[in-house]
């Protein structure tokens, strides 16, 4: 039986990208898709470019585009604990899946799980970004939702997921010196707020930092009726054990509170 050859990124980063948006699950999203699309692209315009230099035109399509970045609305998760995750199309660009049932069954938002992983797809599209922090025998991963992932905040009436700003892997800043995150409830570099956690990579191995002991049964409950959980309630797969794929927006999102 002929091996499958493996899927690599490899793209312009020097190009504006257009990401297809397109709809493949069953039920409703619980938003209209045009006002969706038509509200993230706000939050790229006016929220995630100025600040990270990643600007983006977002396009309804209906399915795969060749030479374009994708985003795809399905119905289940395909990896245990995900809410969504970045991936690779066809073609090897940028990939975002949200999974719509999983979303809502856990009570939680489609948008903001959309506009979670449109963000960290456009600060690290190739998902091989790393930072040195606080502790110099760890390295935390780029991802630039996950360690507000609870909070929230409502662009045309739609609620966008807050984000970090690149000061919050600039460990040099003190506390309060400067802004880092969107909503502004982040104090200082590499902090996880209650309902957040981060990736990191220590003693060679991946796992997850939490912000509260909250989070971190609740990911671990997660974790325990998943099929697998063998690393909390997410697969980790960074660049040195899968270049492809990174599940990001956490199961266990609904126990914390949002803020709009």
């Known amino acids: 039986m ?3 050859r493996p899927t690599f990124g490899a793209f312009n980063q020097g190009n504006v990208p257009t990401i297809a948006c397109f709809n493949q ?7 209209d898709l045009d006002k969706l699309i038509a509200a993230i692209q706000a939050f790229v315009d ?8 990643t600007p983006a035109r977002l396009a309804k399509s209906t399915g795969f585009v060749k030479s ?8 289940n998760a395909d990896q245990p604990g995900a809410l969504a995750y970045h991936d690779l199309t066809p073609d090897g660009l940028p990939l975002a899946k949200v999974f719509v049932k999983t979303t809502l069954a856990n ?7 959309a506009s979670h992983e449109l963000v960290e797809m456009l600060v690290d599209p190739a998902i091989n970004l790393l930072a040195t922090g606080p502790d110099p025998k760890t390295v935390y991963a780029y991802e630039s939702a996950d360690p507000v992932e609870a909070l929230s905040y409502p662009i045309n009436g739609i609620p966008m997921t807050d984000f970090v700003y690149p000061s919050y892997f600039e460990n040099f800043h003190k506390p309060g010196s400067v802004q880092f ?3 502004k409830k982040v104090n200082r ?3 996880i707020l209650p309902g957040g956690y981060q990736i990191i990579f220590k003693n060679g191995k991946w796992s997850q930092i939490f912000g509260s002991a909250a989070k971190r049964k ?3 409950g997660t974790a325990a009726s998943s099929a697998s959980a063998a690393i909390c309630c997410a697969p980790i797969q960074r660049p040195s054990s899968a270049p492809n794929a990174k599940a990001s927006r956490l199961l266990s999102t609904a126990t914390s509170p949002r803020v709009a």
């Open 25 to 31: 699950a069953t039920v409703a999203l619980g938003v």
């Open 68 to 75: 374009q970045w994708a985003m795809v609305f399905l119905d």
């Open 218 to 220: 609740t990911a671990a």
């Open 46 to 53: 006016r929220d995630v470019a100025p600040v990270w230099g």
């Open 2 to 4: 002929p091996l499958r």
């Open 181 to 183: 995150d969107r909503l």
């Open 107 to 113: 009570h939680d938002l489609v948008s903001v799980s």
């Open 189 to 191: 570099p590499f902090q």
